[in-house]
């Protein structure tokens, strides 16, 4: 069997409010309506989630990485406290012009997660708030899905005028799951 299916989320903008200034702190962490319920039916259906995020105010010098670390950590005990589970957040620190392999568009969390977790890419969604998030995705062979809470509503300008096909487009994390488990891909 070519790896377990699983559902990669970006963090900011997908399941909690994207801010301009970067998330600097659990009091800045808002979570968005339908998260929990929608967290609480992929664990319900056996699904693996893993937060796949760009987190630059590392390298920006605007949080710690032990910040970060703290806020994901919470992120996760308040998800596991409403019936849902992330296994795991992996995350790049970098600034664009560092030019890593793991920020996305690039693949590179994907495939580290794929790795770690024999995860089969060809079998799993990647759900994001952005353009960079829908080339990840589609690059590591993912079904990607575009939210439009975050920056989805003017990201999906520059998908269309960038000519990216292949993504589906949902409202938010609750439709997005939605979509998900009436696919009924994979055995989880």
């Not at 200034?21 to 929608?38: M, Q």
């Not at 759900?127 to 998030?133: C, E, I, K, M, P």
Request: net charge neutral.
């Amino acid at each position: 069997m070519p790896g377990r299916p699983a559902v990669f989320l970006d963090r900011d903008g997908v399941i909690n409010e994207n801010r301009e200034d970067y998330v600097k702190s659990w009091d800045e962490f808002v979570f968005l309506p339908g998260v929990f319920e929608a967290l609480r039916k992929l664990a319900r259906n056996g699904w693996l989630v893993v937060v796949t995020s760009n987190q630059s105010a590392i390298n920006r010098g605007l949080v710690s990485r032990a910040i970060v670390d703290e806020i994901n950590h919470r992120m996760m005990e308040a998800v596991e406290r409403h019936g849902g589970r992330i296994e795991a957040v992996l995350y790049c620190p970098h600034r664009p012009d560092e030019n890593c392999s793991c920020r996305k568009p690039r693949p590179g969390l994907l495939l580290e997660a794929a790795r770690r977790f024999n995860i089969g890419l060809s079998r799993s969604y990647l759900v994001g708030d952005a353009l960079s998030d829908i080339a990840a995705g589609l690059r590591a062979g993912c079904q990607s899905i575009l939210v439009l809470t975050g920056r989805g509503e003017k990201e999906l300008n520059y998908l269309v005028r960038e000519g990216y096909v292949g993504y589906h487009v949902v409202a938010d994390l609750r439709e997005a799951v939605d979509w998900i488990l009436a696919q009924g891909k994979g055995e989880r």
